[in-house]
């Protein structure tokens, strides 16, 4: 660092009693020594980079820096404070403060020097030393590394000396290498046998100091804990990806970043801790414990290449209030599926075993027998009666989750529980979601003290959103939602002759619109909803079966209509015909995706009109369904199961007789189509939640 740092831009006595004064003095001695051509135009760019985010760090440091086209190369200039100059950092005014210049077109070489010298500054030997240097050109020479400030800190000094040579020379962008300081077990001072392992990725926008202090005190805190911690520096000294190999190794993933982080599905898969670049730099010790945690949770991000979670989804920028709230409620109905689907089934199990009077069993607590069936029956329903109880605190916890990530969780749940407490329901835990992400949003939006801010997200924020929702259910809201949903209960109840076929055919409608979308989810939660009780109404397990049967009707079709009309489909079409009797035999409506895709107008009308005449006639002839499943699985559940197979019969056939009829209209030739080459589009195959119907 021969030429970034002299003697002549060392003040030891900074008299400025602000960040604006200390860098303009700072800033001074680089136009003294020909480094900034435009005094004012480069304080115009350090004050431009201080409004993204404060440079003070913990420890008393402050890092003014930018790049500019106003310096001619890069050039770092250092001030020591008597008084101590606030710099934005939690623990109070920094005393040391380095003004960092880089051109606009600075080389790899010399930024890679500036990136060493910021993780020198993690060095707490490092900074004493700094403290206590008493003449300026020894402060520079320490800066450079030309002397080591003490036995511990004479690796740093190597390797700033290092990176200087060249090191960057490897580093371009893009480029895969060996992980450089990546550590065994032995050197991250890790107890015998594996350890822990963290990849980690730091970057800022300037990408010149924090991204590297926040890589040095990672590594820092991992080897003082027995971590393994990797660290890939998305800065302005080049993008050296990790190797794919340690990645793939690493049991968590810490990103601290105010960039979007490249590449980021590399990462997909394991526990991840997602975090600004300062506090990776301030907090390295919290967020490893954090990652840890997710670990033993087993917590993971996604799978690289499968689609966003519903939270994930939520709130992108420029999307309009209705887009948000739609996204908000689908965030809460996709976590509350696995519930419905364990419980629902646990439930309809158990009334199989052992008839419809297990509900009417006493606690398998205090009756059990092993050799009994009808102990096995009770306890099965049993269980899916408490997994049923989760369904309206889920539905409201994750809907404001949807709203305000972790802090809308507990407000959620506990208004969902009261939901459930003041028989509000279904109606009652929606509105507690909406509420419950609504204030803790409101929260959020308070300028807080610094002080209490690391206590908001685990004391404060659940404490007040909690009383507050919890006013609001108690004796504001709950009264009318609860008087609202016993009205909807009693006209689900009275539904009888052409109503209840009515209705059966609108949610047969709904199921066949947009096949798994918002529209088919609300109309399976509306069904869901009538029987998440112990002991639901008739006309409730009537209105389930007809949405379950509906479900059915586009896979099934469009496997027919391939079978019967082949030639009005292409070859992919055909393959994906194959899978659709599988798919719609087991109640998975995306199996008519593929033919909707490629033909909307005709597939989805069609599918609707079917799905319609299979809902009405479900309900008109009184078939039943306790569980929240549908397929030839739950056949032997359904009451009146030979005349429901006949409505989902009449569906399927009313589907491939018009979808045959409008395709057949068509001019040209399916077989000459694009995609009559190519491979068939991939029909879904894995297992799914009975909702993804």
């Avoid at 279904?426 to 002080?451: D, H, N, R, S, T």
Wanted: charged share 15%; glycine share 12%.
């Amino acid at each position: 660092m021969s030429q970034m740092i002299t003697a002549d831009l060392v003040d030891l006595d900074l008299s400025a009693d602000t960040k604006e004064a200390a860098a303009r003095a700072l800033a001074e001695r680089m136009v003294a020594q020909g480094r900034v051509t435009d005094l004012e135009g480069f304080l115009a760019d350090v004050a431009a980079r201080e409004a993204q985010m404060p440079t003070g760090l913990d420890g008393g440091i402050g890092i003014p820096h930018c790049r500019s086209e106003h310096v001619t190369e890069p050039t770092l200039a250092f001030g020591r404070s008597a008084q101590g100059i606030d710099f934005g950092a939690a623990d109070g005014p920094a005393d040391l403060i380095f003004l960092i210049a880089a051109p606009a077109g600075a080389d790899d070489a010399h930024l890679t020097i500036l990136s060493s010298l910021a993780r020198q500054l993690m060095n707490a030997e490092f900074t004493t030393a700094l403290r206590a240097v008493d003449d300026a050109a020894a402060a520079a020479a320490l800066i450079r590394g030309d002397e080591a400030p003490a036995d511990g800190a004479e690796e740093a000094a190597e390797a700033v000396s290092e990176a200087g040579s060249g090191a960057s020379a490897e580093a371009a962008a893009g480029d895969t290498v060996p992980v450089p300081g990546a550590r065994d077990a032995e050197d991250a001072g890790a107890p015998a046998g594996q350890p822990f392992r963290i990849v980690a990725v730091t970057s800022c926008p300037t990408g010149i100091a924090h991204t590297y202090m926040a890589a040095e005190s990672l590594e820092t805190a991992g080897r003082e804990a027995g971590i393994e911690v990797v660290v890939e520096t998305q800065g302005s000294a080049g993008f050296t990806r990790l190797d794919p190999a340690v990645i793939e190794a690493a049991d968590g993933v810490i990103f601290a970043h105010d960039v979007p982080v490249r590449d980021k599905d590399r990462f997909a898969g394991k526990p991840t801790v997602d975090v600004g670049v300062k506090a990776g730099i301030n907090r390295p010790t919290e967020l490893i414990a954090e990652v840890r945690e997710k670990a033993a949770r087993g917590e993971v991000t996604a799978a690289a290449g499968a689609p966003a979670s519903p939270v994930e989804r939520t709130g992108d920028s420029g999307e309009g209030y209705g887009t948000k709230l739609r996204k908000w409620l689908m965030s809460g109905v996709s976590y509350m599926v696995p519930f419905v689907a364990a419980g629902g089934l646990l439930i309809a199990l158990g009334f199989a075993i052992g008839g419809y009077k297990i509900n009417k069993a006493p606690s398998v607590m205090d009756h059990f027998v092993w050799t009994q069936t009808d102990s096995w029956a009770a306890l099965l329903f049993q269980i899916g009666v408490v997994s049923f109880g989760f369904l309206v605190p889920v539905l409201a916890g994750y809907i404001a989750y949807g709203m305000a990530d972790r802090p809308g969780l507990v407000p959620g749940f506990v208004g969902g529980s009261i939901a459930l407490t003041i028989n509000a329901g279904f109606l009652g835990g929606l509105v507690a979601g909406l509420l419950a992400g609504g204030v803790v949003m409101a929260i959020q939006k308070i300028e807080i003290p610094a002080a209490v801010r690391g206590i908001m997200p685990v004391v404060v924020i659940p404490l007040i959103s909690s009383a507050i929702v919890g006013f609001l259910m108690f004796v504001v809201v709950g009264k009318p939602i609860a008087s609202a949903q016993k009205g909807l209960t009693d006209w689900l109840n009275g539904l009888t002759g052409t109503n209840a076929v009515l209705l059966g055919a609108l949610l047969g409608l709904m199921m066949c619109f947009d096949l798994g979308g918002p529209v088919n989810k609300v109309a399976y939660t509306f069904a869901t909803a009538g029987i998440a009780v112990s002991n639901p109404s008739d006309s409730a397990m009537k209105i389930m079966a007809a949405v379950m049967a509906a479900g059915m009707v586009p896979p099934l079709a469009m496997a027919l209509a391939t079978t019967v009309r082949g030639k009005l489909f292409t070859h992919t079409e055909r393959e994906n015909g194959k899978a659709a009797w599988v798919l719609g035999a087991s109640f998975i409506s995306e199996g008519a995706i593929p033919f909707a895709a490629a033909d909307p107008l005709r597939v989805i009308p069609s599918s609707m009109v079917g799905g319609a005449i299979t809902g009405a006639l479900s309900m008109a002839f009184g078939a039943t369904l306790r569980a929240p499943h549908g397929g030839i699985f739950v056949v032997p559940l359904i009451g009146n199961p030979f005349l429901y197979l006949v409505a989902i019969a009449a569906g399927v056939c009313a589907t491939t007789a018009l979808v045959v009829v409008l395709k057949g209209l068509r001019k040209q030739n399916p077989e000459g189509a694009a995609g009559e080459s190519g491979g068939a589009i991939a029909a879904p195959s894995e297992a799914k939640q009975p909702v993804a119907a």
